[in-house]
């Protein structure tokens, strides 16, 4: 009789203080970002033919979601995989991993060619916007045609950016997102420097004393004004509209 009174008080005390030693669920990690919102983010960068920006995202998302947060998760999965969550200029995009690139060459539309002078003036205003149609024709040597600063224009990768506060006020060009995207850019700054530009071949070795590679900004200079339009471009000589 006391060995069963015994045993039932060793399970009441069990009851009232369980055993400590026991394990106990690890709580859940409440860092971890939320599946469903993920997914949600997910989706709509697949469906989205143009880059997306974080404020786009969180439209579709529930008041003070970390959209960064989600954006970073969903980058981290996507490593090593045959599509990447990148970031150019400042949006959001899926594209085929950089090694796979061969792959989808037989299926790219070939776009017209760019002339030489439609491409030497495209990296002047790259390297050096914001620029006038005068400091790129001081640059390359040899004066700009209208059909060239056209060509470029049309194809989305320069604008009228501002105008200069000098004599003349001549209008300021620099690159567009189109540009920043087509070649894989968050921003102008990350444009090839020195360094990369000799391990492609573009400089040579030793360059000339006093070279440098200018530091591009799509921030307004000190010495220009922002471009307001057509009405702007209407008040400007008649060679500089049509550059």
């Excluded at 970073?72 to 990447?84: A, D, F, I, T």
């Excluded at 501002?162 to 850019?185: I, N, S």
């Excluded at 071949?201 to 360059?207: K, M, R």
Aim: charged share 25%.
């Amino acid at each position: 009789m006391n060995r069963i009174l015994l045993k039932n008080e060793a399970h009441m005390a069990e009851a009232v203080d369980p055993d400590t030693s026991a394990e106990e669920p690890a709580p859940a990690d409440s860092a971890a970002p939320d599946l469903g919102h993920l997914r949600i983010v997910e989706a709509l960068l697949f469906a989205a033919a143009e880059p997306v920006d974080e404020a786009s995202l969180a439209q579709s998302l529930p008041a003070q979601t970390d959209v960064a947060s989600l954006l970073s998760e969903l980058q981290r999965q996507y490593e090593g995989r045959g599509v990447n969550l990148v970031k150019v200029a400042g949006k959001w995009q899926f594209r085929t991993a950089k090694d796979l690139n061969f792959l989808l060459h037989k299926h790219a539309v070939e776009e017209r060619r760019l002339s030489r002078a439609a491409i030497e003036t495209l990296a002047i205003v790259a390297y050096h916007q914001p620029v006038t149609r005068a400091e790129i024709e001081e640059i390359r040597g040899v004066m700009v045609s209208k059909g060239t600063i056209d060509a470029l224009m049309e194809a989305g990768w320069l604008r009228i950016r501002g105008r200069k506060r000098t004599p003349g006020r001549p209008v300021t060009y620099g690159t567009t997102e189109a540009f920043l995207v087509h070649f894989g850019l968050e921003n102008v700054g990350d444009l090839p420097g020195m360094d990369e530009l000799k391990a492609a071949g573009f400089l040579d070795a030793v360059p000339p004393a006093g070279f440098s590679v200018p530091n591009p900004s799509d921030a307004l200079a000190t010495d220009e004004d922002p471009y307001e339009g057509e009405e702007d471009l209407l008040q400007l000589p008649e060679d500089e509209r049509q550059s």
